[in-house]
């Protein structure tokens, strides 16, 4: 048990080590998660402009009126 304390103490240097362990375990976790949400959020604009396209020629903006009726 003893050699495991040493280990995880790492001859006082430990707080410097471990730190840069998490450090880097956080720098990989946001190099993966980023291109999610930036492929996310793309993905739902390319959407929302697709859905305000197809509306605009969807709907007309004026009436059409038959000449002949009341």
């Known amino acids: 048990m003893s050699a495991l304390a040493a280990f995880f103490a790492m001859g006082g240097y430990a707080p410097y080590v471990w730190g840069s362990y998490a450090l880097a375990v956080i720098i990989f976790i946001y190099n993966a998660w980023a291109p999610l949400r930036r492929h996310a959020r793309l993905r739902r604009a390319i959407l929302a402009d697709g859905r305000r396209a197809s ?10 009126h038959d000449e002949n009726s009341p």
């Open 55 to 64: 509306a605009a020629t969807a709907a007309p903006t004026h009436r059409i």
